[in-house]
């Protein structure tokens, strides 16, 4: 069976990304992987303060519309993203790791789990609730991650966001992912701080068990 862990490309990027420019960017990279003339992508990056929309969004749940707010393309409902959280964006080709959405997003959970639980932080998947959440010792469980992903012809977009130093205040112009009866938190807030390379380096020792989970349903058809 080819190995496929191998041929992705990962990429860090230094500074904020703009929100319109990652788009275009993910977008662009679909199509090609689509047509077979680019890699698979793994690309981390920090985006300037902003809302987005997923595609089940109610505007009832944009509260204050005090940074701008983009329409994503992606599954869920509202989201913070800003500076302190790191974000991945993966653009991955499913026609070759089994054509199992579900898979998929229970992998990612999975990956974005085995990270935190690398850098000190106990998280976990909640029955009913989307995302990845913690024990927070102020704020009782909370989210700490979200999931949101797209999927054309076989290839994913979107990702994870992961909240490691937010201003968590920046969260209160929104209902987050429409879950009113939790809170937010992040590593900080935990007493956990880290910077975007631990962390990086906790979720690139992840990958292969990430994409191990990603291919199970290839494993057991071989």
Same mark, same amino acid.
């Given at each position: 069976?080819?190995?496929?862990?191998?041929?992705?490309?990962?990429?860090?990027?230094?500074?904020?990304?703009?929100?319109?420019?990652?788009?275009?960017?993910?977008?662009?990279?679909?199509?090609?992987?689509?047509?077979?003339?680019?890699?698979?992508?793994?690309?981390?990056?920090?985006?300037?303060?902003?809302?987005?929309?997923?595609?089940?969004?109610?505007?009832?749940?944009?509260?204050?519309?005090?940074?701008?707010?983009?329409?994503?393309?992606?599954?869920?409902?509202?989201?913070?993203?800003?500076?302190?959280?790191?974000?991945?964006?993966?653009?991955?080709?499913?026609?070759?790791?089994?054509? =199992?959405?579900?898979? !998929?997003?229970? #992998? $990612?959970?999975?990956?974005?789990? @085995?990270? %935190?639980?690398?850098?000190?932080?106990?998280?976990?998947?909640?029955?009913?609730?989307?995302?990845?959440?913690?024990?927070?010792?102020?704020?009782?469980?909370?989210?700490?991650?979200?999931?949101?992903?797209?999927?054309?012809?076989?290839?994913?977009?979107?990702?994870?966001?992961?909240?490691?130093?937010?201003?968590?205040?920046?969260?209160?112009?929104?209902?987050?992912?429409?879950?009113?009866?939790?809170?937010?938190?992040?590593?900080?807030?935990?007493?956990?701080?880290? =910077?975007?390379?631990? !962390?990086?380096? #906790? $979720?690139?020792?992840?990958?292969? @068990?990430? %994409?191990?989970?990603?291919?199970?349903?290839?494993?057991?058809?071989?």
């Amino acid at each position: 069976m080819t190995d496929l862990r191998e041929g992705i490309e990962w990429r860090t990027a230094p500074a904020p990304v703009d929100y319109a420019q990652a788009l275009a960017e993910m977008e662009t990279r679909v199509a090609a992987v689509q047509a077979g003339t680019a890699p698979e992508l793994a690309w981390l990056l920090e985006h300037p303060p902003l809302y987005t929309a997923g595609t089940s969004a109610d505007t009832a749940e944009l509260i204050d519309p005090r940074f701008p707010v983009f329409a994503a393309g992606r599954g869920g409902r509202y989201t913070y993203h800003g500076p302190g959280q790191r974000i991945g964006y993966l653009v991955l080709d499913l026609g070759r790791r089994g054509r =199992d959405v579900r898979c !998929f997003v229970h #992998a $990612l959970e999975g990956w974005v789990i @085995a990270a %935190l639980a690398r850098i000190g932080i106990d998280a976990f998947r909640a029955d009913g609730r989307i995302g990845i959440w913690t024990r927070d010792p102020v704020r009782g469980e909370a989210k700490i991650g979200a999931i949101g992903v797209r999927v054309r012809r076989w290839v994913t977009m979107h990702g994870f966001s992961v909240n490691l130093s937010p201003d968590l205040a920046h969260f209160g112009g929104i209902v987050p992912c429409g879950i009113a009866d939790y809170g937010v938190t992040s590593a900080q807030a935990l007493g956990k701080p880290h =910077d975007f390379a631990t !962390f990086d380096a #906790a $979720l690139a020792l992840s990958l292969p @068990a990430f %994409l191990d989970a990603l291919s199970c349903r290839l494993q057991n058809e071989a």
